[in-house]
């Protein structure tokens, strides 16, 4: 699992980290590693609008996805 944390530009910063703690909290409890799942904190409007902070953040979740979500097994003998 990689979270996207997203609309990470709005508001106060001490508000998206309480929010990154609960979301861990949640995974916790439903388990999943909440202190080892990667959160990454995007904004999807500001990489859209071609800000480098917020497209490099994008990047940063993709790398964070290929690194950590595994790779289906392919089945090549079924339909």
Partial sequence: IVVALNKAD????????LVELEVRELLSAHGYGGDTVPVVRVSGLRALEG???????IEGLLDAVDTYVPIPVRYTDAP
Avoid: C, H, I, Q
């Avoid at 709005?10 to 980290?17: C, Y």
């Avoid at 800000?51 to 953040?57: E, G, K, L, V």
């Fill in 10 to 17: 709005a508001g106060d910063p001490e508000l998206t980290d």
């Fill in 51 to 57: 800000d480098p902070r917020w497209t490099a953040a």
